[in-house]
């Protein structure tokens, strides 16, 4: 079971990844693409990633934004694993993104 982190933890790993905003006991980032067919295939990046970490990210579409939430729900909170998959969402966003964000 992943190891829940303190609050201070958090702040440090939330400098890392500018583009996540703490919301409770979850990290979310909004990814505004290109358009509905970049949101498309950014979804199915999001998925190959999560899938090779088997930490799965609560995942809303607007048509040309996506709005990611990350949380371990097994720790009732933010792990490791959050921040590690947040950098390589930060990674895997840029090119269907529209305008940085």
């Known amino acids: 079971m992943a190891t829940l982190?303190?609050?201070e933890t958090v702040a440090r790993l939330l400098d890392e990844v500018p583009n996540w905003r703490l919301a409770g006991?979850?990290?979310e980032r909004t990814v505004k693409?290109?358009?509905f067919m970049a949101a498309?295939?950014?979804i199915n990046q999001v998925a190959a990633e999560a899938e090779a970490l088997n930490h799965h990210p609560d995942i809303d579409?607007?048509?040309?934004?996506?709005?990611?939430?990350l949380t371990t729900?097994?720790?009732?909170?933010?792990t490791d694993l959050d921040f590690t998959l947040a950098r390589k969402l930060d990674a895997a966003a840029?090119?269907?993104?529209q305008t940085p964000g």
């Open 33 to 35: 693409c290109k358009d």
């Open 5 to 7: 982190l303190n609050a």
């Open 25 to 27: 006991d979850a990290v």
């Open 94 to 97: 840029e090119p269907f993104t």
């Open 61 to 69: 579409i607007r048509w040309n934004q996506v709005r990611l939430v």
């Open 73 to 78: 729900h097994s720790a009732q909170g933010l």
């Open 40 to 42: 498309i295939s950014f």
